[in-house]
């Protein structure tokens, strides 16, 4: 019989923003060590402590390169890169390891200058993920990322009778959450018909549909439960997580109106012992205003069909319903490349009551007590959940 070993709880202890929004004198590198030092400093533990290292998307060697940088040696790494949904993905592996006792804490950075290398012509938009493989079959058709999208969002809209007004109100009410977020690049107040005005992406988004494109990074320190007493601010704790992967090619989805969340949401909640009905607000990945509807229905907080008539009626607003996307999503705030780090960085100021002018209540006045940050990856590619508590 192999030798058994207790199971660790782990907590989230520190997290932070690099700098955000229009950053043109800062290297991809700079920003994640920007917010990894302010992450470390919102923990008040050592540097020494962190033994384990996950980053994506910079360098030949990810994340070798970026742990140098960081002056990092760590035993412990992880580099897997599912898109968006990466870095939920990566903390529920984070999670797993700490438990289990094969590392002690563990740093999840992300930094990027999307924006600003655009701005300077040291890249172009990126209007698809190349030609090989798989997606050989696409490409050729101009079947670009957003494109699928759209497509999958016409699909939901011919089967449930989803209208272009809610898919618009997911829009409006991220950016009425961002107005209180000082650090989101967009705060000022838009109207349905603003969205439904602007000039067309892909039928049916148009710009106000889709996420901004930003420069920034940020940071999280996840620990076993033994660095909790020495931590600066009380923990929150991930009490569960579940991955899932669906398709890459879209003629082997089985459903558009379907994200893979509906696997990743199921076992999340799942193995934390909650429901949905339980939870206080939910940070979800939002590339596209279709993202947030489907994977608010997938995620089980309504029925599949009625995510158009959840949306309305304020209900994602900080003091909604269900809050969601309270610092204004990746349709207002932030949206650097891959978000899905972001989402974890807002769901714990919340939880600890950080959030300022922002910063949801419960109906008796109290600190949310259970958040769910979600993150999808390529184009409903993959999913990764977690639920996180202060208690």
Known sequence: MLPTHPTRKVAIVGTALSDCGRVDDATPYALHAQAARRALADSGLDRSVIDGFASAGLGTLAPIEVAEYLGLRPTWVDSTSVGGATWEVMAAHAADAIAAGH???????????????????????????????????????????????????????????????????????????????????????????????????????????????????????????????????????????????????????????????ATSGRLAFERAGVRPTDIDLAEIYDAFTYMTLVTLEDLGFCAKGEGGAFVEKGRLL????????????????????????????????????????????????????????????????????????RT
């Open 103 to 261: 590392a002690n804490a563990v740093l999840l950075v992300y930094g990027s200058t999307a924006r600003a290398d655009i701005k300077a012509r040291r890249r172009t938009a990126n209007l698809s993920f190349g030609a090989r493989g798989p997606l050989q079959f696409e490409v050729p058709y101009g079947h670009t990322l957003v494109a699928k999208y759209a497509m999958a969002a016409r699909r939901h809209m011919h089967e449930y009778g989803t209208t272009l007004e809610q898919l618009a109100e997911v829009a409006v009410q991220a950016r009425a959450n961002a107005a209180t977020n000082p650090d989101a690049m967009f705060r000022d107040p838009i109207t349905t018909d603003d969205v439904l005005s602007g000039p067309l992406i892909a039928d049916p988004f148009t710009k106000l549909h889709c996420c901004i494109r930003s420069d920034g990074g940020c940071a999280v320190l996840m620990v076993a439960e033994d660095y909790v007493p020495d931590a600066a601010k009380a923990p929150v704790w991930v009490l569960g997580a579940g991955t899932a992967v669906s398709h890459t090619t879209m003629s082997e989805w089985d459903d558009f109106t379907v994200s893979p969340a």
């Open 318 to 389: 900080r003091d909604g319903a269900l809050p969601v996307n309270t610092d204004g999503g990746g349709l207002s705030a932030c949206h650097p490349g891959m978000r899905g780090l972001f989402l974890l960085v807002e769901a714990v100021r919340q939880l600890r009551g950080e959030a300022g002018e922002g910063q949801v209540r419960r109906a008796d006045g109290g600190l949310p007590e259970l958040a769910v940050a979600s993150g999808t990856g390529g184009w409903f590619c993959s999913s990764g959940t977690l639920v996180l508590g």
